[in-house]
């Protein structure tokens, strides 16, 4: 397994050589956990499937990389806050109503679809992997609009009584286990920060769908600022 950093000059090209393989998928460092990444098609989530040992019922998220095609992929009321909803929900999941061609598939759930908002600078390294793919994907498997932001679960077995890894060795071990074949540090990663919170925007109310970092915080700021005028 090839070891690599977020911000070697290589890394957008190193990960779509990869995502172009029989086996798309990669490991990499965010500031919660030791994540899987692959990119959002079908063949990247039958991978994250066969990696993670997947059990049913579930469906994988995204990362936020390009700004103009999130802006696309969301409905009008969030799109108008999109500013505000990147800076309150930084290392936060949000859920929202989505145009897809099925309700229910790899990354959608009763049409809806969750992102993973990080920092800037990890956005932006994200963004160039994002930005090759769209050039190579005219469609996307699974929305109306091409989108393409880079799909991302946790490293670890689905349903493992341990949950996420957030050691280095172990999610090293993990990759070594389950033949990933790129493993992708940053330095990022905040020890004891827990679960990535879940909030699902709709378009009078936004509620927690899964407590974790500054969830309280992070509520009461998004009641404020964007749902100030209901």
Known sequence: MKEINLTDSNFAETVVRIFNSDNPLIILEFTGT????????????EALDKTKKRVD?????SIL?????????LPAHVESNIEEIINIFE???????VACKSPN???VKDSRHQTLIENFAFRKQIEQVELMLMEQHS???FFVINYQGLLCTSANISGHSNGAITNREQALEFGKEREVELFVHSGLLMQNMGSYPSFYIGTDEITVERKGY???EILAEAKEKIYKSH
């Not at 030791?34 to 989530?45: D, E, I, K, S, W």
């Not at 019922?57 to 998220?61: L, P």
């Not at 290392?91 to 109503?97: K, M, T």
């Open 139 to 141: 469609s996307s498997d």
């Open 65 to 73: 990389g390009n700004c103009d095609a999130f802006r696309n992929l």
């Open 105 to 107: 598939s790899k990354v």
């Open 91 to 97: 290392r936060a999941f949000i859920r929202f109503d």
């Open 214 to 216: 500054r969830d309280s």
């Open 34 to 45: 030791f994540g899987l990444v692959a990119p959002n098609t079908l063949h990247g989530a």
């Open 57 to 61: 019922g579930k469906c994988y998220g």
